[in-house]
């Protein structure tokens, strides 16, 4: 069964905390994604991953970076968390950039106070 | 750049009657697919149901199935003989390549389904 695993459910930070969120995918997927989920405006891109140490921006890519130095792991940085970071943030997997669908993870709830 | 449109933030429908979500989108490619996920109170984003935009037949799967209109750029999803299960977030999504480059999905805001009982 397809897996694309997230490390933590609800996570809580203090401004100015530097914060990684990881994601683990099982399928051996090209591709990896990170969304930003907020009520009201749905899901929005904030960077993606073609292939290892690839990246490429989204829609909304400030304040955040990524890395992905492994095929399987793609994780979200957040240099310094702010209140406005507080978030749902789901990260996804797809075989495909685009034409295919795209694997979730379970979401990590992020609490910046 | 590509948006999704769904006009209902939400929809309320008796338990085994049939209900329409509403998806418009906006592309000038002609290479894509459409896609319909639901978000349950889990808040695990399942497939529901893919199209292919090449494909004029619509996509089915059990009690879902899609109106797919190329030309009005719409793609309405119909659950029918909803069940209490089906109460959840729904969202349209577009994916293919912008730009000659590919990247991924775009999502409308979804639609909060609910089932009465």
């Known amino acids: 069964d397809v897996k694309v695993t997230q490390s933590s459910r609800y996570l809580v930070k203090r401004t100015g905390e530097k914060v990684f969120l990881e994601c683990v995918q099982d399928?051996?997927?090209?591709?990896m994604f990170w969304y930003r989920q907020d009520p009201g405006l749905g899901l929005r891109l904030i960077y993606f991953?073609?292939?290892?140490?690839?990246?490429e921006k989204g829609d909304i890519p400030e304040g955040y970076s990524v890395s992905r130095e492994k095929k399987e792991r793609f994780s979200l940085i957040l240099e310094s968390a702010s209140t406005n970071q507080t978030s749902m943030y789901l990260c996804?997997?797809?075989?495909?950039?685009?034409?295919?669908?795209?694997?979730f993870g379970q979401g990590t709830r992020l609490t910046v106070v | 750049a590509q948006t999704v449109t769904q006009s209902q933030p939400e929809m309320s429908v008796q338990e085994a009657e049939t209900v329409t979500l509403s998806c418009t989108y906006d592309t000038s490619e002609s290479d894509y697919y459409l896609f319909w996920y639901k978000q349950p109170p889990s808040r695990q984003m399942i497939l529901v149901i893919r199209?292919?935009?090449?494909?004029?037949q619509n996509a089915t799967e059990n009690r879902f199935s899609v109106n797919f209109q190329k030309a009005a750029k719409s793609f309405s999803l119909k659950i029918s003989d909803s069940q209490l299960g089906d109460a959840a977030m729904y969202f349209c999504?577009?994916?293919?390549?912008?730009?000659?480059?590919?990247?991924?999905?775009?999502f409308g805001k979804g639609t909060h389904l609910i089932i009465q009982p």
């Open positions: 999504a577009w994916g293919g390549t912008r730009g000659g480059g590919a990247d991924g999905l775009t």
């Open positions: 996804a997997s797809s075989f495909t950039l685009g034409l295919s669908e795209a694997f």
């Open positions: 399928m051996d997927h090209e591709n």
């Open positions: 199209q292919e935009a090449y494909k004029q």
């Open positions: 991953s073609y292939d290892v140490k690839m990246k």
